[in-house]
T-cell receptor
């Protein structure tokens, strides 16, 4: 069974700083998807970024980028020029390519951006 | 499309009562998932459907929980009888199919059982 671990329960940075959230996972599969979801106080789960394991290039979405280390089974999220609106819970998630796209989530990291 | 729609957004009920949570997935999506979020266990998959058929219900905690998908545009999650430990946020999500693994989430139902 796959597992996802986020070792940082909480993080706090100043606005405009860069912050990196850590995620490690365990799987025996060679092809899969990894995700970062954001959950603001509104409770809505919002997809931030997605990475296909067979792609070596790290995914980027504006201020958000990942550092995907397949051999190390590591998938960190970097937020550049952080903004107050980035304050939220961030969840790392794994999805197998086999069967459905059911997600296995990490425990989450509560990120606070301070003015 | 309006996205995944869940109702109600909040539900408060007394222990022993039946609770029904509802979900309308995004039109055209083949997969529907029910997740539960608690402080202790985080986000966990309860059950998912493919083309209205339940595929994996191994995450359903007890027989008190049941889920149905009578058609492509509607699903329910029922708890009968409800218990205080069922208090959680329940999310419904839908996904287009095999080649696209992005799941779109509803806004969740916060259930409180007193």
């Amino acid at each position: 069974a796959q597992t996802v671990t986020q070792s940082q329960p909480e993080m706090s940075v100043q606005e405009a700083e860069t912050v990196t959230l850590s995620c490690t996972y365990d799987t025996s599969e060679s092809n899969y998807y990894l995700f970062w979801y954001k959950q603001p106080p509104s409770r809505q789960m919002i997809l931030v970024i997605r990475q296909e394991a067979y792609k070596q290039q790290n995914a980027t979405e504006n201020r958000f980028s990942v550092n995907f280390q397949k051999a190390a089974k590591s998938f960190s999220l970097k937020i550049s020029d952080s903004q107050l609106g980035d304050t939220a819970m961030y969840f790392c998630a794994f999805s197998s390519l086999q069967g459905a796209q059911k997600l296995v989530f990490g425990q989450g990291t509560r990120l606070t951006i301070n003015p | 499309d309006a996205g995944v729609i869940q109702s109600p957004r909040h539900e408060v009920t007394e222990m022993g009562q039946e609770v029904t949570l509802r979900c309308k997935p995004i039109s055209g999506h083949d997969y529907l998932f029910w997740y539960r979020q608690t402080m202790m266990r985080g986000l966990e998959l309860l059950i998912y459907f493919n083309n209205n058929v339940p595929i994996d219900d191994s995450g359903m905690p007890e027989d008190r929980f049941s889920a149905k998908m009578p058609n492509a545009s509607f699903s329910t999650l029922k708890i009968q009888p409800s218990e205080p430990r069922d208090s959680a946020v329940y999310f419904c999500a839908s996904s287009p199919g095999q080649l696209n693994t992005e799941a779109f989430f509803g806004q969740g139902t916060r259930l409180t059982v007193v």
